[in-house]
Nanobody, 115 residues
Framework: QVQLVESGGGLVQPGGSLRLSCVASGREFSTYWMAWHRQARGKQREEVARIYSSGTRNYADSVKGRFTISRDNAKNTVYLQMNSLKPEDTAVYYC?????????WGQGTQVTVSS
């Protein structure tokens, strides 16, 4: 079973930046379409960015122009560079496959944007 480990979250002021990482165990990582999701307190989990095995990327309108998803297949890692952070970006961030069946969700990494 593939394990997902997210890291890189923290407390940042509005307008600041963070870079999240997600390492996946196992093989065939390069073939997976991967996505970053987030879940704010009291809200449903939502996808914010995805990257296909080809490298093509898509973003939710709420983060377009501010967030960049990337991947390093040699390291089984997907990244989320987050710039111009806003208080509404506060959430626990998770990575997972785009397509079902999904991997077991990791513990996520908390991002808090506050002055």
């Amino acid at each position: 079973q593939v394990q997902l480990v997210e890291s890189g979250g923290g407390l940042v002021q509005p307008g600041g930046s963070l870079r999240l990482s997600c390492v996946a165990s196992g093989r065939e990582f390069s073939t997976y379409w991967m996505a970053w999701h987030r879940q704010a307190r009291g809200k449903q989990r939502e996808e914010v960015a995805r990257i296909y095995s080809s490298g093509t990327r898509n973003y939710a309108d709420s983060v377009k122009g501010r967030f960049t998803i990337s991947r390093d297949n040699a390291k089984n890692t997907v990244y989320l560079q987050m710039n111009s952070l806003k208080p509404e970006d506060t959430a626990v961030y998770y990575c997972n496959k785009v397509l079902s069946p999904l991997f077991t969700w990791g513990q996520g990494t908390q991002v808090t944007v506050s002055s």
